[in-house]
């Protein structure tokens, strides 16, 4: 069992940063592919970013060049750094956690962006 809790979510300015953290439960941490989603209102959730168990990190298209994951095996946390943030950037944001049939996910934490 893993259990995932993120943090750092908050109301942040167009043009302004936040940093996401989710902490994770569990010995097994870095087997596990780390995913970032977020969940706008009225809106199905959709994929931000992975940080791969190998080590390697994907992007939707729509955050590329913004937002960067990062992940530190020690600590079992998993980090998302988000800059220039846009009003479009604005839900819930949830830690995922998944390997083979597992798959795990955290509460969720709220960004707002402002225009």
């Known amino acids: 069992q893993v259990q995932l809790v993120e943090s750092g979510g908050g109301l942040v300015q167009a043009g302004g940063s936040l940093r996401l953290s989710c902490a994770a439960s569990?010995?097994?941490?870095?087997?596990?592919?780390m995913g970032w989603y977020r969940q706008a209102p009225g809106k199905q959730r959709e994929w931000v970013a992975t940080?791969?168990?190998?080590?390697?990190?994907m992007y939707a298209n729509s955050v590329k060049g913004r937002f960067t994951v990062s992940r530190d095996n020690t600590k079992n946390t998993v980090d998302l750094q988000m800059n220039s943030l846009k009003p479009e950037d604005t839900g819930v944001y949830y830690c995922?956690?998944?390997?083979?049939?597992?798959?795990?996910w955290g509460q969720g934490t709220q960004v707002t962006v402002s225009s």
């Open positions: 940080h791969s168990s190998a080590g390697n990190t």
């Open positions: 995922r956690a998944t390997r083979l049939s597992r798959d795990y």
């Open positions: 569990g010995r097994t941490f870095s087997s596990y592919a």
